[in-house]
Structures are given as C-alpha cells and as structure tokens.
C-alpha cells in the first residue's frame, strides 16, 4: 500500500487540535519558518498525550548532553532510518550546535568518512563514540559491552542514561513518521 503525498491522517485544524495545540502547532511553524508543522498537527490531535511527548522530547534536546552531542545523536539516527522529516529539521538545529555542512557529512558517511590527523581531524574520539553507540543501539536495540565501556569513557551515568532514551525516542519517532506517512514542512 502506498501511502498519501499528504499523510494517512489529515493534518488536524483547530478543532481536531483543540486551541492550546492549535496555538503551539501555529507557533511552532512560525518559528521554524515553514508553512505548517504537520507533525504537530498530525500527533497534536492526541491532545494530552501530545503534551506529554512535547515535554519528554523538550527535556531531551535541553538535557545534560551537550547540544552538539543531541543534534549529532539525532541526525545520525534519522540518517539509518532514512527519516528526511528529522534530517529536514535537525540539520538545521545541528548548524546552531556547531555542527557545521562538513561536520554533518561525516556523521553520514560515518565509519566510511575519511578523519586525518590533527587540526584536519573531524570527528573527536567522543563524537566516534556516540556515533558507534548510536549505529548499535539503532541496529541492536542494546549496546555490547565494549560499546557501553567507550561511550562511558566520555558520558557520565546520567549522560549515559539520556544517551538511551535519546537515541529510542528518535528512533521511535522516525517509525512514527514513517507509518503515519507524515509530509514535510518544506517540500524541496
């Protein structure tokens, strides 16, 4: 089954979103400077449980990572999951952390992408780190032991933790994106 160019669910207007959802989803946009936010539009009309997952991903991407950290984290499990919506949004995000156009490419031609030495290195031994935890957590659903103990090197517990739950809500929500085939923002 093929689904919609514009979703398997119609982007909710006010009613469907009620006004506090409506509101966020028009501010939302705005700020993001695209017509319409249809994640929001489209998840918002589970009202409550809308809120909650805001507040949860809220939390994750102004959590004990470092910006630069989340943003390579997530552009890196939107990439295995081949989620354009997360890519569309997040490469922008990541500029803002200091991930720049290059930087971003490594992240997804990484482990392929070539490194060189010294002030040509791209990717710091901890950014290698996360991004082999985040290939394993996504393909895995775990991470090994040696995997936990190099990322532990450069995480603290509560880092750790976050790193998990990080990587599953963006993994869970490429899926989402996926199945509810939900449009982006700005289609090139």
Same mark, same amino acid.
Request: some cysteine.
């Given at each position: 089954?093929?689904? +919609?160019?514009?979703?398997?669910?119609? #982007? @909710?207007?006010?009613?469907?979103? %009620?006004?506090?959802?409506? &509101?966020? &989803?028009? *501010?939302?946009?705005?700020?993001?400077?695209?017509?319409?936010? =249809? *994640?929001?539009?489209?998840?918002?009309?589970?009202?409550? /449980?809308?809120?909650?997952?805001?507040?949860?991903?809220?939390?994750?991407? !102004?959590?004990?990572? +470092?910006?630069?950290?989340?943003? *390579?984290?997530?552009l890196?499990?939107?990439?295995?999951?081949?989620?354009?919506?997360?890519?569309?949004?997040?490469r922008r995000?990541?500029?803002?952390? %200091?991930?720049?156009?290059?930087?971003?490419?490594?992240?997804? &031609?990484? +482990?392929?992408? $070539?490194? @060189?030495?010294? $002030?040509?290195?791209?990717?710091?031994?901890?950014?290698?780190?996360?991004?082999? &935890?985040?290939d394993?957590?996504?393909?895995? !659903?775990?991470?090994?032991?040696?995997?936990?103990?190099? /990322?532990?090197? =450069? /995480?603290?517990?509560?880092?750790?933790?976050?790193?998990?739950? /990080?990587a #599953?809500?963006?993994?869970?929500?490429?899926a989402?994106?996926?199945?509810?085939?939900?449009? *982006?923002?700005? $289609?090139?």
């Amino acid at each position: 089954m093929t689904a +919609p160019a514009n979703g398997r669910i119609p #982007s @909710g207007r006010f009613r469907e979103l %009620g006004p506090v959802n409506w &509101a966020f &989803a028009k *501010l939302a946009a705005r700020r993001m400077r695209v017509p319409e936010m =249809h *994640l929001f539009t489209t998840l918002g009309q589970r009202r409550l /449980l809308f809120w909650t997952w805001s507040i949860y991903g809220g939390r994750l991407l !102004r959590g004990r990572l +470092p910006a630069a950290d989340t943003e *390579l984290v997530i552009l890196r499990v939107a990439h295995l999951r081949e989620c354009e919506y997360e890519l569309q949004h997040h490469r922008r995000m990541a500029r803002r952390a %200091g991930l720049d156009a290059d930087t971003q490419a490594v992240i997804f &031609a990484w +482990p392929d992408a $070539p490194q @060189g030495d010294g $002030p040509r290195r791209i990717l710091s031994a901890r950014q290698q780190a996360l991004l082999a &935890a985040t290939d394993e957590f996504v393909k895995d !659903r775990t991470l090994s032991d040696h995997t936990w103990q190099q /990322l532990a090197g =450069h /995480l603290d517990r509560r880092q750790l933790i976050e790193f998990c739950l /990080l990587a #599953s809500q963006y993994d869970g929500l490429a899926a989402t994106m996926s199945a509810l085939a939900i449009p *982006l923002d700005n $289609p090139r």
